[in-house]
C-alpha cells in the first residue's frame, strides 16, 4: 500500500529550539519524497524535494531508506516557521507527479 | 508573479444541488490537478490532466463529479448531487510538465448542509 504518516498533528517548540518533523511512508517502488508547507493564509507550497538535496529555510531532509522515513528538520526554529507542513510521497510512474500526501503537522513556534 | 486562481473561493449548498469550481492555471502549465482536502487531512488527488486529456482519475468519484479542460487552459469541476461528505476544500494545482513542481490555488472551499 502507498502510504503516507505523519505521526504527530500538532508540535510545538520554542524559538531557537531545535524542530524535527516525523515523516514514515510505505512504498514499493523507488521513493521519490517532498515537504510541502501552508504557511497562515496563504497557499501551500514546495518547501524541499529529497532528490535536490538541498536546505530551504535552513530546512533539510534525509530520506532513509532502511527507516522508510523522510523527517524534516532546523537546528533553530525561528516564529516564521508556524506553519502547517506536509509530506508527501510521488507514486507516479517515469517520474510523473502523482503525490500522495501525509495528514499534516502543525508546527508552532512560541517565543 | 503569476499564481493559479480559483473561484469561488468559498460555496455553501444544499445537498442534492450541483456545483462547479473553476480554475485558471499558470499561463503556459500543461499539467492541471484538482485535489480535494477534507479537514484535518492532507490532500488527495482527484483528477489529472495533460493539457485537455485526463491521464488520471482514478480517484474521481465518476457517480457524481466530472472535470473538463476542453482547450486545455482553465478547467472546472463538478459535482452533481452533492452530498453531506463533500464539504471540504477543493484545490487546483498546475505544473509545466508532469515532472515539474506543482503551484497550488488559494482553494474553494465546499460546504453542504
Known amino acids: 500500500a502507498q502510504r503516507v504518516t505523519q505521526p504527530e498533528k500538532l508540535l510545538s517548540v520554542f524559538k531557537g529550539a531545535p524542530v524535527e518533523l516525523k515523516c514514515n511512508y510505505s512504498y514499493s517502488g523507488s521513493p521519490e519524497l517532498f515537504w510541502y508547507v501552508q504557511y497562515s493564509r496563504q497557499r501551500l507550497q514546495l518547501l524541499l524535494r529529497h532528490i535536490s538535496r538541498e536546505s530551504i529555510k535552513g530546512f533539510t531532509a534525509d530520506l532513509n531508506k532502511g527507516e522508510t522515513s523522510f523527517h524534516l528538520k532546523k537546528p533553530f526554529a525561528q516564529e516564521e516557521d508556524s506553519a502547517m507542513y506536509y509530506c508527501a510521497l510521488n507514486v507516479g510512474v517515469e517520474g510523473a507527479q502523482k503525490l500522495v500526501f501525509g495528514q499534516g503537522t502543525r508546527l508552532t513556534i512560541n517565543p | 508573479e503569476a499564481e493559479v486562481a480559483q473561484s469561488p473561493r468559498y460555496k455553501i449548498t444544499e445537498k442534492s444541488q450541483a456545483v462547479a469550481f473553476w480554475c485558471d492555471p499558470i499561463?503556459?502549465?500543461?499539467?492541471l490537478y484538482w485535489y480535494r482536502q477534507i479537514l484535518g487531512q492532507g490532500p488527495e488527488l482527484l483528477v489529472q490532466?495533460?493539457?485537455?486529456?485526463?491521464?488520471?482519475d482514478s480517484q474521481l468519484p465518476k457517480d457524481r463529479f466530472s472535470a473538463e479542460r476542453l482547450k486545455g487552459v482553465d478547467s472546472t469541476l463538478k459535482i452533481q448531487p452533492a452530498e453531506l461528505g463533500d464539504s471540504a476544500m477543493y484545490l487546483c494545482?498546475?505544473?509545466?510538465?508532469?515532472?515539474?513542481?506543482?503551484?497550488f490555488g488559494p482553494g474553494t472551499r465546499l460546504t453542504v448542509l
Open positions: 494545482a498546475s505544473s509545466r510538465w508532469r515532472t515539474d513542481t506543482q503551484y
Open positions: 499561463s503556459g502549465h500543461a499539467t
Open positions: 490532466f495533460q493539457d485537455e486529456s485526463v491521464v488520471d
